[in-house]
């Protein structure tokens, strides 16, 4: 689709702040009204409809496509798409520990530890770590309060924290980033230790790269969803 309007707005109405191009909303894919609840988030949204030059590319708009998910996608059955995500809690990465090499262990320990750790003083909750790949259920207090927080975000904040959850398959990270309890580049690099070591060990090509950048950047755009959400008007 050709760009076909001059002028991008963020609009207060009824729904929150809503987009208008040319003075008309903005509909999502569902035919609802784009509206967030936000005034940081609705200007970073028409910022991104602003920066289109000749054809609309909806890759380039990662703010946008995350608040149409949150409208048309996640609010309908929020209950439902919360209990995915916390699905992650049973398995979670940073459970699954290599036994060998020595160096991998150590990576996984340095940046694993801290985030189990925190988790554990944050939820009142504990940990069973496995060496391998063959599934060890969590305590059912743990997955139990795990599954709580994550219930407890509204269809906004589980729509930017799913690509943090299911890119980096970790869901204690994932809410360690949310509540700003580490920084992004910390998250990042714990949910890439495997993949980091592997590239240490045998390189990487063109396409991997291209991929690893492309997810980070879905990540990124996640994290920055929230972060604007919670920076308000």
Known sequence: MKRFYEKTDAVRTSDGW???????????????????P???????????WAGQEGE????SMPL????????DRVAPQAHEFAAELAQYGETDLLCYRADSPAELVANQSEAWDPLLEW???????GFETIT?????PQPESTVTRLRGATE???PFRLAGLSPLVRIGGSLVAALALAENAFDEDTIWAATRVDEDWQASQ??????????RDSRRREFSAGMRFIRLLDAGD
């Not at 045998?202 to 291209?210: C, K, L, M, Q, R």
């Open 202 to 211: 045998w390189g990487e090509d063109e396409e991997a790269i291209a991929e």
């Open 119 to 125: 988790a554990q003083k944050r939820f009142d909750i």
């Open 18 to 36: 809503a987009i208008a191009l040319d003075e008309r909303p903005v509909k999502t894919p569902g035919r609802k009204s784009l509206a967030v």
């Open 38 to 48: 936000a005034r940081k988030l609705a200007d970073a949204i028409a910022a991104e």
């Open 56 to 59: 609309i590319d909806p890759a």
């Open 132 to 136: 391998g790949i063959v599934h060890r």
């Open 64 to 71: 946008t496509g995350l608040a149409n998910a949150a409208i």
């Open 152 to 154: 407890a975000y509204d």
